[in-house]
């Protein structure tokens, strides 16, 4: 996956907050090695019985667990997006997951959506076609 050359900065979590990003980061290290179906197969699973999360919710999950983990802050887009997902999921939320990829130059990404907006993406995604995605279960509007 494509990711930006430098490293995102978070702000440092409390030692006693840091225990379920780390949990999310580290399971997400593991489910990242499944094939890519299988991988959506398994977060459509996880997602079901959850409301959806607000932006400002994906987001404060971004960040913890870029705060936590050198991988998610920089070259594992992949394992940063589920981390997220699964963070958001152990409070009952879900956000959207999607991968894609562009052509001109060649890139594949993955990142989290609340209501069609990137969450805390750096650059221009709409470049980016999304092939995989995990959408909320949960039709009603986010607010």
Do not use: I, N
């Not at 489910?31 to 997602?47: C, K």
């Amino acid at each position: 996956m494509t990711t930006p050359a430098v490293a995102e900065q978070a702000p440092r979590l409390p030692l006693r907050r840091q225990l379920a990003p780390r949990c999310a980061a580290g399971a997400a290290r593991l489910l990242v090695r499944l094939p890519p179906a299988r991988l959506q197969r398994v977060l459509r699973v996880v997602s079901r019985g959850t409301r959806p999360a607000t932006y400002t919710e994906a987001a404060r999950a971004r960040r913890a667990v870029v705060s936590v983990s050198t991988r998610c802050a920089g070259l594992g887009c992949l394992q940063r997006s589920v981390a997220t997902l699964l963070l958001c999921r152990s409070r009952g939320k879900w956000a959207d997951w999607c991968t894609g990829f562009r052509t001109q130059p060649f890139g594949a990404h993955a990142w989290v959506e609340v209501d069609g907006r990137p969450v805390d993406e750096p650059g221009e995604l709409s470049v980016f076609r999304t092939v995989l995605a995990v959408r909320c279960p949960d039709g009603r509007s986010r607010s």
